[in-house]
T-cell receptor, first 115, second 109 residues
Framework: NAGVMQNPRHLVRRRGQEARLRCSPM?????VYWYRQLPEEGLKFMVY????????ESGMPKERFSAEFPKEGPSILRIQQVVRGDSAAYFC?????????????FGQGTRLTVV | DAKTTQPNSMESNEEEPVHLPCNHS???????IHWYRQLPSQGPEYVIH???SNVNNRMASLAIAEDRKSSTLILHRATLRDAAVYYC??????????FGKGTRLSVIA
């Protein structure tokens, strides 16, 4: 059973371009979480999705960022018109139950560099 | 948001036990305590979680204070592969995990 798969592992975008980050959760997991980690910082929660629904987006910037988790296919984190400050590692996690009495499994992350 | 206090860094000798403390004084009765770790250039990895009583698994032990306002992650014999940032967090229901800056553990050979 493959773990959480994120791609691409590294992504370089010029300022103003769009970045699309993909996350395939573990098989059978319907709960997906996205986190951002700036260099030398901790993990910051961005958004929690459960198949086709956004459950909690309290950590998402109000503009340029969006996330989806369609019925078929991976979850996508989309950043429009990227700026240098968006350069970070973006991690996706999935869980089976979406409750705090279970563990979450993280992917290896996508490292976004905006030049 | 889960508010935890952890030392910024700790150091341990290889093969020695390590006790990583965490204060979570605002924890509620239904909140589970979770520990994750992040090795360099890797995604976070689950270590252990618990509610009230102490927990053991193949990676570590979790000692939870009686008032639940603090907990300690115990690595029984540190190895070089245990060098990582260790995060303590807590929550209940469907709330997502919220992480602080964690403790950076260095292991000396």
């Amino acid at each position: 059973n493959a773990g959480v798969m994120q791609n691409p592992r590294h992504l370089v975008r010029r300022r103003g371009q769009e970045a699309r980050l993909r996350c395939s959760p573990m098989k059978g997991h319907s709960h997906v979480y996205w986190y951002r980690q700036l260099p030398e910082e901790g993990l910051k929660f961005m958004v929690y999705l459960q198949k086709e629904n956004i459950i909690d987006e309290s950590g998402m910037p109000k503009e340029r960022f969006s996330a989806e988790f369609p019925k078929e296919g991976p979850s996508i984190l989309r950043i429009q018109q990227v700026v240098r400050g968006d350069s970070a590692a973006y991690f996706c996690a999935s869980s089976l139950m979406g409750r705090m009495n279970t563990e979450a499994f993280f992917g290896q992350g996508t490292r976004l560099t905006v030049v | 948001d889960a508010k935890t206090t952890q030392p910024n860094s700790m150091e341990s000798n290889e093969e020695e036990p390590v006790h990583l403390p965490c204060n979570h004084s605002t924890i509620s009765g239904t909140d589970y305590i979770h520990w994750y770790r992040q090795l360099p250039s890797q995604g976070p990895e689950y270590v252990i979680h618990g509610l009230t009583s102490n927990v053991n698994n193949r990676m570590a032990s979790l000692a939870i204070a009686e008032d639940r306002k603090s907990s300690t992650l115990i690595l029984h014999r540190a190895t070089l592969r245990d060098a990582a940032v260790y995060y303590c967090t807590y929550g209940s229901g469907n709330t997502p995990l919220v992480f602080g800056k964690g403790t950076r553990l260095s292991v000396i050979a």
